[in-house]
């Protein structure tokens, strides 16, 4: 069997080829719009700040995200429930580098429940990877939604987090001038250290 | 498939190869390390899916570092071919699958805003490129040799030359960033970030072999690096 090639560190300076190449005349194929205009859903926001272990904002991290549409169906081959429609103007993958301050943002829609291992539904939620100067692998977690109560409660996935590190994962509601926003921080390191999978 | 089944899951990640978040010579990962457990999860449609890119997401020239950024002529610094497979543990082409790249010029210097490293910013070069694998998993680039270049993390500390690759494979589970290094170079045994990889045949692994077949005649040097991402289980998981 062939062994895997090992991981390296995305480094400080990937952004004018992964997140931000149009600044540097390149052509971007990810960001962090997620919707077009005609896509399905409630618009939403998600946002947050990368922090280090001792707390301080993390500058140059890089977040992807990855998720299904607004009816709980991913755009991908291996997706073929009928009973969920592609939406052909969501591709459900989005990529930020965070901002001086360790902010990202995503705009996109919310996502719907979907079904996990067995029977079980998955709570709507948002798969992540985390990037960064300083780490030599990159780290999985996901973003679940607060007001979701009922679906995180019955999740699989977050039944298999021990209870006081679930909140790691569950982005808060926010709402200011009709538009909906879910902030969620992933602190890679410490005593609210984010629940990180070993996917 | 019934509905209750998800597609067979991939392999774990390989923590025999793959380096610890945690390495004491490499300085930033002191507070970026992660430092508790990873909590296992098993694989769901989340997981075994990802973001599929078409033949429409590049064009030919994305893959030509030498050519895409040019303004008032060629960039400096000796131009390279730089090419291999991409596939899994089993052997199996990863097909039809991004590849992005991205490195310092021939003088060390990376484009980005952050470098202040004290060497020429060359004007015809960006150093980004991508392509999608074939159907044999092959990927081609063309570029120009990268430069060494200092950073902070000791004393008198100075990275190889390399090139960072960004891949997903078919799904957020084979999801891998990496770095190509050259051979004969004599800063490789001294570079913290490569040794965080735990074992010595892994480490060779990412340093590209010379290849004088598909190096051209009165042209350019080439260099071959096969990557190898996560495979499947024989079997679906119920």
Partial sequence: MAKQTASQTVGPYFAYCLTEAERYGGRDIASNVLAADGTLGHRIRIEGRVLDGAGKPVPDAMIEIWQANAVGRYDHPEDTRAQAALDPSFKGFGRAGTDANGRFFFDTVKPGALPGTGWAQQAPHVNVIVFARGMLVHAYTRLYFADDHEANAADPVLASIPERRRGTLIAERRQSDGRVAYRLDIRLQGEDETVFFDV | MPENRVPNPYRPRDWGVH????????????????????????????????????????????????????????????????????????????????????????????????????????PNFTGAGRCLTDNDGRYRFVSVRPGEYPWRNHHNAWRPAHIHFSLFGASIATRLVTQMFFPGDPLLPLDPILNGVPDPDARQRLVARFSIDETKPEWALAYEFDIVLRGRHATPME
């Fill in chain 2, 19 to 122: 380096p610890p978040y945690k390495y004491d010579a490499y300085g930033s990962t002191k507070l970026r390390a992660p430092s508790k457990p990873l909590v296992p999860l098993r694989q769901t449609l989340s997981e075994i899916t990802g973001p599929v890119y078409g033949h429409d997401a590049v064009t030919p020239l994305d893959a030509d570092l030498s050519v895409n950024a040019r303004r008032n002529g060629e960039p400096l610094g000796e131009r390279i071919i730089v090419f291999g497979r991409v596939i899994d543990e089993d052997d199996r082409p990863v097909r039809n699958s991004l590849v992005e790249v991205w490195q310092a010029n021939a003088a060390g210097r990376y484009i980005h805003v952050v470098d202040q490293h004290d060497a020429p910013i060359d």
